[in-house]
């Protein structure tokens, strides 16, 4: 007797039970997975582009902070000797305000193109920005 049974019409035999693997051709599966990979490439090219534009453009900010930094510390040798710098002096009077208005705007450019990137870090440099307008 067969062991095959009748469910809703239709003939069921014994045997492996779920779906029957599909016939992929070979060819069509390698060729999608060159594509995939060529795919991949692509996006981790563009990563490590986006990457080190980041790297730089961090690298000029730490360097323009470091030249300000020696700035200030200038300053503050020539105070502890009892010399007012001439650029404090200007401060004081006021009469090279548009000159330091244009340093505190380029620190405030560098600044907001930091703060629009998403390291939580970038803001600090908001706290230059304002230290400069008060030293104005």
């Not at 990563?47 to 453009?57: D, F, H, I, K, T």
Request: proline fraction near 3%.
């Amino acid at each position: 007797m067969d062991d095959s049974k009748v469910v809703g019409g239709k003939v069921k035999k014994p045997g492996k039970r779920g779906r029957k693997p599909a016939k992929i051709d070979l060819k069509a599966k390698l060729e999608r997975s060159r594509q995939s990979a060529r795919e991949c490439r692509a996006r981790k090219k563009l990563r490590y582009q986006y990457l080190e534009e980041l790297v730089s453009s961090r690298e000029r900010a730490i360097c323009a902070l470091r030249e300000e930094l020696e700035m200030y510390k200038q300053w503050c040798m020539a105070m502890d000797q009892g010399k007012i710098p001439s650029e404090i002096k200007a401060l004081l009077t006021g009469e090279e305000q548009g000159k330091a208005q244009q340093n505190s705007t380029k620190l405030a450019k560098a600044a907001k193109t930091e703060a629009n990137s998403s390291n939580p870090w970038n803001g600090i440099g908001f706290f230059w920005e304002l230290e400069s307008e008060k030293m104005m």
